[in-house]
């Protein structure tokens, strides 16, 4: 079962998803891959501890604080190929930025392999949920 709980943010709506209490995405209504990983059953709460405490992050996020990404129980839903993306671009720094070429080079690296995809890393990274969105502002 996924958790699902909607957030009125100032760029529209936000659709925030947990499952085993952790945050497993948010999508921003109408956005090309809304929801596009689950095949699960949503149930729609207002009682989810981690959905409530992502609220209050992105309360803070959207007044101006930087909340680390950290603070938050998230365990991003795909391949191992797509968490390892996922990894990286939730340790992006605030106002760094840093390139698909550059993520697939250290995903290369760690993997022990000589080169990577640097679409593929785009297409892992646009297919799940804004959850780097987030990270990367």
């Known amino acids: 079962m996924v958790y699902i709980m909607n957030y009125n943010s100032p760029i529209g709506d936000i659709l925030l ?51 680390k990404i950290d603070e938050l129980e998230i365990e991003p839903v795909g391949s191992e190929f797509r968490k390892d993306v996922w990894k990286i671009l939730m340790c992006i720094p605030y106002g760094e ?20 995809s640097a679409q593929a890393v785009g297409r892992s990274s646009r297919t799940q949920s804004n959850l780097n969105y987030y990270s990367m502002s």
């Open 17 to 67: 998803a947990s499952k085993n209490d952790k945050l497993i995405g948010l999508w921003i209504e109408n956005q090309k891959y809304y929801l596009s990983n689950f095949k699960e059953e949503l149930q729609e709460v207002d009682n989810i501890k981690i959905l409530n405490k992502t609220k209050k992050w992105l309360d803070r996020y959207f007044g101006g604080e930087k909340p």
């Open 97 to 116: 930025v840093i390139t698909y070429n550059d993520i697939a080079k250290q995903i290369a690296k760690e993997r022990g392999i000589k080169k990577m």
